[in-house]
């Protein structure tokens, strides 16, 4: 899971949310997504 959100992070070049690091965000790629997007809307 670590190395998924480092790879997320470096790619898209944001930042996740403390809040967003739960393992609920990293349940389903729909979750995940949902969570990616409000990360790249927030670092816009």
Request: charged share 25%.
């Amino acid at each position: 899971m670590v190395e998924l959100l480092t790879d997320l992070e470096a790619t898209y070049e944001i930042r996740f949310e403390a809040e967003a690091l739960t393992p609920e965000t990293f349940a389903t790629a729909g979750t995940l997504w949902k969570s990616l997007q409000e990360s790249v809307r927030s670092a816009a």
